[in-house]
């Protein structure tokens, strides 16, 4: 089976601490593997034939050393607070598949609560904002959690935008445990 060179993707990682950099170019890949700047990690299964060998494709490569790479802020969004929390409530901590006494929960049955209500002052800002269940945001309210008898299984952070770039994207299988949201 032909690769299209153009439109495999590879995940990078940075040497050592093995986090997501980017997702780049299989020929800036095997530029880097064949220069000796990374290693292979994961491959898909396919190969790029030459006349005389042939290389396996990679899906996943690690620079050999560690660069560093300035934390750049992410962007508030909907989508990512719930890509963040992983479609779990951060009050009574159900998730997707989770069975209810009516029905089995959806990604379209999770909301995103503000801690602080805007109603109070509180912003659309990644530490104000989590994941809750429909259930859960509709039990809070425009109150505060200890207002509402209610207590945070987690305390919301800023994600680091490549974790947040790549999980929100589409990447294949092996990409998963490598990427933390």
């Not at 220069?35 to 396919?46: C, D, F, I, L, R």
């Not at 989770?98 to 990604?107: E, I, N, P």
């Amino acid at each position: 089976m032909a690769v299209p060179i153009n439109q495999t993707r590879v995940l990078l990682l940075n040497g050592s601490t093995w986090e997501p950099l980017a997702v780049i170019s299989l020929p800036r890949a095997i530029n880097l593997l064949v220069s000796e700047k990374a290693v292979m990690v994961e491959q898909t299964g396919e190969f790029l034939r030459t006349v005389k060998t042939r290389f396996p494709v990679p899906s996943v490569i690690a620079l050999r050393r560690y660069i560093n790479v300035p934390r750049r802020q992410a962007h508030w969004s909907r989508r990512g607070v719930l890509t963040r929390d992983n479609y779990v409530c951060i009050y009574c901590g159900v998730t997707i598949g989770s069975q209810t006494r009516d029905k089995v929960l959806a990604k379209d049955d999770f909301t995103v609560d503000h801690i602080v209500p805007r109603s109070r002052g509180g912003k659309d800002q990644w530490t104000n904002t989590a994941c809750a269940c429909y259930n859960c945001n509709h039990r809070k309210g425009s109150r505060l959690p200890h207002e509402a008898g209610m207590k945070l299984q987690w305390e919301p952070k800023i994600p680091r935008t490549s974790y947040l770039v790549i999980a929100v994207g589409s990447g294949p299988d092996a990409w998963r445990r490598y990427i933390e949201v």
